[in-house]
Structure formats: structure tokens, C-alpha cells
């Protein structure tokens, strides 16, 4: 229909220089006018790369995978790349079969996606020379890089931010010692008591046994009808900090005017709390980046080391510390 061979069309409709743009232009004419499109399955297996990536999370409520994916897609699709993402809801064998659906498509990489920061074994279905990324969790079982938050650089971090505050009597309310975050945040947090020279005193710590806002608010309360209470509480998450806030208020204690608080996480409702809450945001989207780079690192050739990348925490200054603005 274009009055031109087989060839032509080929190299008009892949942007070749060796056809005309009167060439060019008329035979995409046809085939918009045809509805024809290229068989991207084709093209995949003469070029050896079908330009899609696999993303398999086990977040069944998906709380911080919307973010990392977003991210990961932005990269993906500026390198020319599509995304497919299934939920294994944490189950091996909807992991395996994901994996195997992935791969027969082949897919050019596979990132997983973890709903917290732990260790983990290797991929449910072997990946042969597939490129692999962790994200949101790491593993010491196949070489791959793990793209992780910084958590004990966050808590440093929301801990110093305080203490340049002028508080001096920082308490910290914690999760559950079973996630690998809360270690971590611990230290994070006497680390930077500890570059203040401020002592650590461990009645001013408490462990929630779970994340929820019940939580923060029963153990602001029990810490600030302790003797000497705290004037800042660092909580290990948004949930626990919107607890001590309610608690605290309930008390009849300022906050900030009293105490300072700050969470971890940057929760959406975080700023939308009676008294807005000052946290440290996950870097999700910037793993997400991350994690995709490292895939593109692999399809160029790059041999992917093992090694866990933590990404740097930020810090988001409401009202609940009294400070409107990073120290």
C-alpha cells in the first residue's frame, strides 16, 4: 500500500536513516491508517531482550510497595522499559509461580519486593542469568544487591534533630523487637545521644508490642508520669507518634511547648494529625530508583555484587517538635 518493499517498511517504521522522510512519513501514514503494529514479540527474540522487567512483592497491604514501584517504573521507563508486578501475598509457591510466569515471558529483570526490612533466602524458582534485585529486604543466599532505608541513620537523625532543639530528656518509644528496623533505630537514636554527650538512660526507653497508636499513647503516658520526665519522645514510627501525641494531650501536656515529639515512616496522615507531626520519610521512591538502576547495571553487563545499599532518611519538620525548620 505504501509502494515500497518489505525492507523499507522495516526501516521506516525503526527510524533508519537509510529511508527518506517523504519515505518515512508515508508508510507510517499506512500503517497508522491500517492499525498495524509492530510484533513486539518478534522484535524480542531477534533482539534477545523484550524490555520488561518483573516486580514480585509480598506486601499484602501494599503500604510503602506503591512508592518503590513508582520509582522503579519512572527509571524503567525512561530506558525504554514496561513493568509487570505480582503479588505473592508472602506465600512461596505464588512466589515460584510468579516467577516462572516472569521468566517465561522473558522478562529482562526481576526486582522482589519485601513488607519489611529482614533477611531472606533466594528467589522460589531459579532465575538462571536474570538479573535479581532486593528491595526492601536483603539476602545473603544469591549474589544480588539489596536496596534497604538507612533506619539507624533516620533515627540519628530525628534523635539530633531534637537535641538541637535544646531537649535534653529524650525518650524513645520502639516496636517490636522482632523487626530487624527497631534494632536498628535503637542505635540510631543512642548514637546520636552519644555524639551530644547526653547519656543514655535506659528507663527512658519503651518497646511497644505492636505499632499501633494504642501503644504510643499508653507509653507516653507511662513515661511522663514517671519521675524526671521526658521533654522530647522519639517514636519508631508514625503510629506510635500520633499515640503519644493524644496521650500526652490528654494529660494536659504542650506539645511541642513541653515535649517534642517525632515519628519514622512519614505516613500520610502524619501531617494531618491535631498537631502535625514531625518524621522521617522513607526514602521508598528513591529505592525504587535504585533498585532499577542496579538492574540496568546487570543488562549492561555490569557484574551485580552482593552488598546491601542502605539509602539516607529525611527528615520532614512539622509542629509537634517546635521547630519549623532542619537544625
Known sequence: MAGVSQATVSKALNDSREVSEETRERVTAVASGLGYRPNAIARSLKARQTHTLGVITNDSDGLFTTAMVRGLAEVASENGFGVFVCNSYDKVAKERQHLELLLDKQVDGIVLIGYKVAERGAPASPTGNTPVV????????????????????????????????????????????????????????????????????????????????????????????????????????????????????????????????????????????????????????????????????????EELRSEIVRVPCKLVVRESCGGLSPS
Open 134 to 301: 532486593y528491595l526492601y529486604e536483603y539476602t545473603t543466599a544469591v549474589r544480588a544487591p539489596c536496596i534497604v532505608p538507612d533506619d539507624e541513620g533516620g533515627s540519628r537523625l530525628a534523635t539530633s534533630h531534637v537535641l538541637n532543639l535544646g531537649r535534653r530528656r529524650v525518650a524513645f518509644i520502639n516496636g517490636p523487637p522482632t523487626y530487624e528496623a527497631t534494632h536498628l533505630r535503637l542505635e540510631g537514636y543512642r548514637g546520636a545521644l552519644r555524639d551530644s554527650g547526653v547519656a543514655f538512660e535506659p528507663d527512658l526507653v519503651r518497646v511497644a508490642p505492636d505499632w499501633n497508636q494504642d501503644s504510643g499513647f499508653r507509653l507516653a503516658r507511662d513515661l511522663m508520669q514517671r519521675g524526671g520526665p521526658p521533654d522530647a519522645i522519639v517514636c519508631a514510627n508514625d503510629e506510635l507518634g500520633a499515640g503519644a501525641i493524644l496521650g500526652l494531650r490528654e494529660l494536659g501536656r504542650q506539645v511541642p511547648g513541653e515535649v517534642s515529639i517525632i515519628g519514622f515512616d512519614d505516613r500520610s496522615f502524619a501531617a494531618h494529625l491535631p498537631i502535625p507531626l514531625s518524621t522521617i520519610a522513607l526514602p521508598l521512591y528513591e529505592m525504587g530508583q535504585r533498585a532499577a538502576e542496579e538492574v540496568f547495571r546487570g543488562l549492561a553487563g
